[in-house]
């Protein structure tokens, strides 16, 4: 039996097991015509990557299904959001004509974006409810930096080309924004978002449990059957291999858990039942474990930190959480198991120092070189010879740093937009949650909390690894969402008034 098959056949059974386990609690928050219609499209998803045996089929099969479900789906960003974790983001190009060698390069990504995304997107400008852009203080600084973007893509001389670059900006990452910033407007809006969110996050971690138990990643068998030829490498940390998913790269993996985690921080004020609970909290938990990435564990602790300080007893949750953590501490390290895994902590670990030392090197290097483009950074910054200290084994220079590559490329002006738009985002959902005490509305309270630290645990990951995949797709998303809840609350400030509740 062909290596893809026999892998379908697990995740097939996987993901059976995590749909029927995840249903008593998810269909408390959208109804079951709703959940087994996106079981339903994820199954689909799934089989035509496995069984195509052509990307071009799956695209067209994936175009037609998109473009059928999207126009009927009332809250399309949920739909996204599970679908974007369903396949991984393998690319081929588009040929192109006469002097043209290909128009793109198109993947499940940007599938996504320009057969579900760009349709509603057209359909919300044209609505008179939507809120036009530049009404919030995050749009001007997403727009100046795809702006600044795409400027700067044109510097290299190649007009084809710069002009691909200019044009891949807006469909990667303001179409996310846009729709996330501009559909959502309810809290129902968000509820579905979020779900979308978590049941991709729980498929995803099934996948990664098995792929570290079993030293097998699941898709790349399936990426090549499709023709897209993978570059297939099994990292490890200590003596466990390094899952992928449907996301490809381990840290990758542990960022997407962090977020829906933080999607579960909210959702499961709405669920009744303790083992509903736990069982969402165990399935995602066990994906952040998984992933064996020291960043996203940090980031994991930032998220839960960050939403027991926004709490109204912070104090009293931090010493609960704090004592079930050293509880539980205590507890792995008395199994071999739980001894190899604390060697990989970061912080009291000892395994890999050297990528904590490349890290810190790579900071050092670069600052002269940053120092050299100051404002608008270069387009050749990676030919720097100051950087030719940090090339690996691989042979390649491995920007492990967001803010570092945007400093580098886009110098700090693009710098300063960048972070400037987590900053803004912050204080966006801040001043949500402050409209939400003043009227008393607890749920959407809670929401802006789950929101705020899944922004601010973002913004500490993206430190520790460059904008690969789906990262800098997901930032953009939770910019959308911090938008999104800041107009939402905005509203809701002008129907209730301080005071009249």
């Known amino acids: ?141 997403v727009l100046g930096y795809l702006a600044l973007n795409t400027a700067l893509a044109f510097r290299e001389g190649n007009f084809t080309s710069d002009a691909r670059t200019a044009l891949m900006l807006w469909i990667d990452f303001f179409l996310p924004y846009y729709v996330a910033s501009r559909s959502i407007q309810t809290i129902e809006g968000f509820r579905h978002a979020l779900v979308g969110l978590v049941m991709g996050g729980v498929l995803l971690s099934v996948l990664a449990v098995f792929e570290v138990l079993r030293t097998w990643k699941l898709y790349d068998a399936a990426s090549a059957a499709l023709g897209l030829n993978p570059f297939v490498v099994y990292k490890t940390r200590g003596p ?141 910054f990676i030919d720097a010879p100051e950087l030719e200290v940090m090339r690996q084994g691989e042979g390649i220079i491995d920007i492990v740093n967001s803010y570092l590559a945007v400093a580098l490329h886009a110098g700090m002006v693009g710098l300063l937009l960048f972070s400037g738009m987590f900053v803004q985002a912050l204080q966006a959902i801040w001043r949500g949650m402050h409209w939400a005490r003043q009227t008393r509305r607890e749920d959407e309270l809670a929401l802006g909390r789950a929101l705020f630290a899944s922004v601010v645990s973002i913004a500490f990951i993206i430190f520790t690894v460059s904008g690969i995949y789906l990262i800098p797709t997901m930032n953009f998303i939770f910019i959308g969402l911090s938008t999104a809840y800041f107009l939402m609350q905005q509203s809701g400030r002008k129907v209730y008034p301080q005071g009249d509740l």
């Open 240 to 380: 466990f291999v390094r899952p992928g998913g449907t996301v490809l790269d381990s840290i990758v993996l542990g960022y997407v858990m962090v977020v829906a985690s933080g999607a579960y921080l909210y959702l499961n004020r709405q669920i009744k039942g303790r083992l509903n609970h736990w069982l969402g909290w165990v399935s995602l938990a066990s994906g952040v474990l998984a992933s064996l990435s020291r960043g996203p564990w940090v980031g994991a602790g930032l998220l839960a930190f960050t939403f027991l300080v926004t709490s109204r007893r912070p104090v009293k949750r931090m010493l609960q959480a704090a004592a079930f953590s050293v509880v539980l501490l205590l507890g792995v390290s008395g199994t071999p198991a739980g001894q190899q895994f604390i060697k990989l902590l970061p912080f009291v670990g000892e395994e890999e120092q050297g990528n904590v030392e490349y890290r810190a090197n790579l900071l050092t290097v670069s600052l002269p070189v940053i120092e050299r483009n100051l404002l608008l950074g270069s387009a050749d």
């Open 1 to 141: 039996m062909p290596e893809h098959i026999r892998a379908l056949i697990v995740v097939l059974v996987l993901g059976a097991l995590a749909w029927v386990f995840a249903r008593p609690a998810m269909v408390q928050i959208v109804s079951s015509k709703t959940y087994d219609r996106w079981r339903g499209l994820w199954l689909v998803t799934t089989l035509a990557w496995f069984l195509s045996h052509s990307f071009w089929i799956y695209v067209g099969i994936m175009s037609v299904l998109l473009l059928r479900f999207g126009r009927r789906e009332t809250h399309v960003f949920g739909l996204y959001l599970l679908l974007l974790l369903s396949a991984p983001p393998r690319a081929a190009p588009i040929p192109g004509f006469g002097i043209v060698d290909h128009i793109f390069m198109l993947d499940h990504y940007r599938l996504l974006a320009l057969a579900l995304l760009l349709p509603y997107a057209l359909s919300l400008s044209r609505r008179p409810s939507t809120t036009r852009l530049l009404q919030s203080p995050v749009d001007w600084l």
